[in-house]
C-alpha cells in the first residue's frame, strides 16, 4: 500500500454525537473541508500525515450505529477505524479497525496540536484527561468512571434548567457579574440545586457562572493527577463552550489551546491510526 | 461425571434456605460462568474439574458438608485468609469462605448498613440476610477477625443471625502484636474445642498442617507456569482456582490442581499457552475477589491482555507463604501457625511495606507489562494504599492502572475503555 493513495474514516461514536473525518494519504493540508485551518492560527499545510478530504457531525440519536451507517455510506474510503463508545459495534457492523478515545485524542492532538503536551477532551458523557509522553504517546490517562458529572451532558440539563440553548450557556456565564455557589455535582441533584438557587433570586447568569466553576475545579484536578504540563489542547464539544475555556485556562497551570473543531479530533485521531498503519490491527478491541 | 439430575431442593430446605430466591441465584451464577469461562478457547483440559465444582457449589460440596456434619464432624465459616484453617481440620472441621462477590439482597444489607459500605461486606451481609448462602447456613460457627472497621462492626449485626466469633489481628506486627496474635491462636483453639467438643492433639494437628501446606504447593506449582510467555492458563482461570480454594475438600483440590499444574508444565515445555506470545501481561493486585467475581479480570483478558499473577487475598497472599512443619508439639506447631499467618501482607497492617515488595517481586517473576491495581470501593486500606503502590511500581518502571470499582455490571463499559486504553499505552 505504501505508494498507494489511502483514504480513511475515522468515526467517533460517542453518546450524543457521531464524528467523522475522512483523511487521504499523501501531503497534508491541516484544513477542514471548506478549506479553514483545524487548528486556529495554523498555517494550511503544516499539519502531516494526510489531507482532510471531508468531516461530519451527526447527532447520536437514538440509534449512533445508524448514524456511522449514513457516514460509512456517504465516503469512498478504504478503511474505516473507530473510536468512542460504539466502536465494538461498529467493529461487528463495518469491519472497522478500534481504538479507544484515549488513544484517538493523543493521536489527534499529535497533529492538529504537535505542541500539546496533554489533552482535555469533554464529551458528551465523559471527561478524559491525558497527559502525553515526549514521543506523543500516552503517559498517563484519567477519565469518569460511572457518572456525567461535568461532561456536556451535565452541561445540557443545567441549560435546560435554565431555560437557555447549550450555545448560550457559557456566553451567558462570561456575562455573570460573580458567580452562585453550586455544591452538588450530580446531575440529577445540581438540577435541584439550580431550581432552588432561581427561586432565591440569583440570576441565570450568576448560576450559569457557578456551574462552570464548579466543573473547571474538578476539571483542572483531574489534569494535575495525572501529571500533566507545559500546553495543553482542549478538545471535544465543551471546547466550544467560552465560558469553560477561560476557566480551564485561568486554572490550568500552561497554555490551553483548542483547535477550530474540537469534537473531531478523536475522529481525527482514529483516521489518522488507519493511514498509518492500523490497517487490520484492532488488538485492544473485542472484535 | 455427575447426575445432573439430583434434586437438592429437599437439603436446601433443611438448611433454611429461601428456596425460590435462591432458585434464581442458581439461575443466575452459570450464566455469568458462561460467559466469562465458557467462552475462553484453549482451556487446559484439567479446568473440567472447575467446570463441575462450579455447577455442584451448591449441590454435591453442601451434600458432602452436610454428610460431614451427620458424621460428627464440624463446619467452619470464614471470610478472611488470617483464619487458620490447619487448626480447623485438626479439630474435625471443614473450613468455608462465606458467599460474597455479587450485589444479592442489597436492600436487605442496606437496612442494617450504610451504602457506602464495601461491596464485599455488604454481599455478604446480603446473602446471610437472603438465605441463599448454603455455607453460612451449614456453618456450626463463623469466625470473623478485626482486619478492617467495616467488618467488626458488621460481624456485630451478623452475630444477631448466627454464632459468630471474632479474632482480635493486630495491625502492626511489633513483638507485643506477635504476643497478642499467638494469644488469639490459643484462644480460637480454645472456641473451636468447645465447639467441636473435641481436643487439640499433635497428631492431627501435624496432618492438618502438611495438608494445607499440600494445598498451597500446588497452587505455588499452578501459578509458577504462569512465568512462562506465552501463558499457559488464562488469569481467569487460575482465579478461579484460588477462589475454589476456599470451599473445596483439601486432599481432592490438591490433587486436581496438581493435574492442571502437570498438563501446564507440558503446555509450558511444548510452548503452548492461551495467549498470543506478545499479549500484554498484566499483575493483578488489590482487594479480594470472590466468587463469582471475575469482571475485573474478563474486562483485561477480554480486551486482548491476560493475566498472569494476582497479589490479592484470592492469590498469591493465599498461597504463598507455608507453615513450617518442622515443629512436633502442639505449641510449636501453633508458634509456626501463628508466625505464617501474621506474615500475611494485608493493606489493614501498618506500615505494609511488605506488599509493596510482594507486588514488585511478582511484577519481575512473572515478566508483566503493567499492573492494575483494582480495590473496591470504600475500602479504605487499599484505596489509599494504592499511592504507595503505585508510586512503587512507577519508579521500577511499571505502568499502573487503578481500578475502584463494586460487584455491579454498571461501569463495564467505562472500565472497558479504560483497559483497552491501558493496553495501547503498553504496546
Redesign the interface.
Known amino acids: 500500500m505504501a505508494n498507494d493513495v489511502l483514504t480513511v474514516l475515522g468515526l467517533d461514536i460517542g453518546s450524543r454525537t457521531v464524528d467523522a473525518v475522512w483523511l487521504r494519504s499523501g501531503a497534508g493540508s491541516g484544513e477542514t473541508a471548506d478549506g479553514r485551518p483545524l487548528l486556529k492560527g495554523s498555517p494550511a499545510g503544516a499539519v502531516d500525515g494526510g489531507a482532510v478530504i471531508d468531516s461530519a457531525v451527526l447527532d447520536s440519536g437514538f440509534d449512533p450505529q445508524e448514524a456511522a451507517a449514513r457516514l460509512v455510506a456517504r465516503g469512498a474510503q478504504d478503511i474505516v477505524v473507530a473510536t468512542g463508545?460504539g466502536r465494538r459495534a461498529a467493529a461487528e457492523r463495518f469491519g472497522a479497525a478500534v481504538?479507544?478515545?484515549?488513544?484517538a485524542y493523543a493521536l489527534g492532538a499529535g497533529q492538529l496540536c504537535p505542541e500539546a503536551r496533554a489533552v482535555l477532551d469533554m464529551g458528551g458523557q465523559?471527561t478524559k484527561a491525558i497527559a502525553l509522553a515526549s514521543d506523543g504517546?500516552?503517559?498517563d490517562?484519567e477519565?469518569?468512571?460511572?457518572c456525567a458529572a461535568g461532561t456536556g451532558r451535565f452541561l445540557e440539563v443545567m441549560a435546560a434548567a435554565l431555560g437557555l440553548d447549550i450555545d448560550t450557556l457559557g456566553r451567558a456565564a462570561l456575562r455573570a457579574d460573580g458567580a452562585a455557589q453550586v455544591s452538588s455535582m450530580c446531575t440529577v441533584f445540581a438540577e435541584s440545586e439550580v431550581v432552588g438557587l432561581l427561586h432565591r433570586g440569583e440570576s441565570r447568569e450568576r448560576v450559569a457562572l457557578g456551574l462552570h466553576e464548579a466543573i473547571a475545579r474538578r476539571t483542572v484536578a483531574m489534569l494535575k493527577r495525572v501529571g500533566a504540563r507545559g500546553p495543553l489542547l482542549f478538545a471535544g464539544g465543551v471546547a466550544r463552550n467560552p465560558a469553560m475555556r477561560r476557566l480551564v485556562e485561568e486554572g490550568y497551570d500552561g497554555s490551553v489551546l483548542v483547535v477550530a473543531e474540537p469534537q473531531l479530533v478523536g475522529a481525527h485521531g482514529a483516521a489518522l491510526h488507519g493511514l498509518t498503519g492500523g490497517r487490520g490491527r484492532a488488538?485492544?478491541?473485542?472484535a | 461425571m455427575t447426575d445432573t439430575t439430583v434434586d437438592y431442593h429437599d437439603m436446601w430446605r433443611e438448611l433454611g434456605l429461601d428456596l425460590p430466591a435462591h432458585d434464581m441465584l442458581l439461575t443466575a451464577i452459570p450464566q455469568l460462568y458462561q460467559a466469562a469461562y465458557l467462552t475462553q478457547e484453549g482451556r487446559p483440559e484439567g479446568m473440567a474439574y472447575f467446570d463441575f465444582v462450579m455447577s455442584e457449589i451448591h449441590g454435591l460440596r453442601i451434600k458432602e458438608l452436610v454428610d460431614h456434619k451427620a458424621a460428627g464432624g464440624t463446619v467452619i465459616g470464614t471470610f478472611c485468609l488470617y483464619v487458620p484453617e490447619e487448626i480447623i481440620r485438626a479439630l474435625g472441621g471443614q473450613c468455608v469462605g462465606l458467599c460474597a462477590g455479587a450485589e444479592w439482597a442489597y436492600d436487605e444489607a442496606e437496612r442494617l448498613l450504610p451504602r457506602n459500605t464495601c461491596a464485599l461486606i455488604k454481599s455478604a451481609t446480603g446473602f446471610k440476610l437472603g438465605k441463599v448462602c448454603p455455607y453460612a447456613e451449614s456453618a456450626d460457627l463463623v469466625v470473623g477477625e478485626t482486619t478492617c472497621d467495616g467488618k467488626k462492626k458488621a460481624y456485630e449485626l451478623l452475630g444477631e443471625l448466627a454464632p459468630v466469633y471474632v479474632m482480635e489481628l493486630p495491625q502492626m506486627k511489633r513483638p507485643d502484636d506477635k504476643a497478642l496474635w499467638r494469644a488469639e491462636i490459643d484462644r480460637l483453639v480454645a472456641k473451636l474445642e468447645e465447639v467441636s467438643g473435641r481436643t487439640l492433639d499433635a497428631d492431627a494437628l501435624k496432618t492438618a498442617t502438611r495438608e494445607v501446606n499440600d494445598k498451597r504447593r500446588a497452587l505455588q506449582r499452578l501459578n509458577a507456569t504462569r512465568a512462562a510467555r506465552p501463558a499457559p492458563i488464562s488469569g481467569k482461570d487460575a482465579l478461579l482456582a484460588v477462589q475454589v480454594a476456599f470451599y473445596d475438600d483439601v486432599p481432592r483440590f490438591t490433587g486436581m490442581v496438581n493435574r492442571i499444574a502437570d498438563e501446564l508444565e507440558q503446555r509450558v515445555s511444548g510452548g503452548a499457552g492461551v495467549a498470543p506470545a506478545d499479549a500484554p501481561r498484566v499483575l493483578v493486585t488489590g482487594t479480594p475477589m470472590a466468587i463469582p467475581y471475575w469482571k475485573t479480570h474478563d474486562i483485561i483478558e477480554?480486551?486482548?491482555a491476560v493475566v498472569v499473577g494476582e497479589e490479592l487475598c484470592t492469590g498469591s497472599r493465599y498461597y504463598e507463604k507455608l507453615v513450617d512443619e518442622s515443629p512436633d508439639t502442639v505449641d510449636g506447631m501453633l508458634d509456626a501457625i501463628a508466625e505464617k499467618y501474621l506474615d500475611i501482607n494485608c493493606a489493614c497492617f501498618t506500615p505494609n511495606a511488605g506488599r509493596v515488595d510482594d507486588v514488585l517481586r511478582l511484577a519481575r517473576d512473572l515478566d508483566v507489562d503493567g499492573i492494575v491495581h483494582a480495590s473496591l470501593q470504600f475500602c479504605g486500606p487499599y484505596q489509599i494504599e494504592a499511592t504507595l503502590v503505585e508510586r512503587a511500581a512507577k519508579e521500577a518502571g511499571y505502568p499502573v492502572l487503578r481500578i475502584?470499582?463494586d460487584y455491579s455490571a454498571?461501569?463495564v463499559?467505562?472500565?472497558g475503555?479504560?483497559v483497552?486504553?491501558f493496553?495501547?499505552?503498553l504496546?
Open positions: 463508545y481504538i479507544t478515545e484515549i488513544k465523559d504517546g500516552v503517559d490517562f477519565m469518569n468512571d460511572r488488538r485492544g478491541g473485542r | 477480554k480486551a486482548g475502584d470499582t454498571e461501569d463499559a467505562q472500565l475503555t479504560r483497552e486504553a493496553l495501547e499505552m504496546q
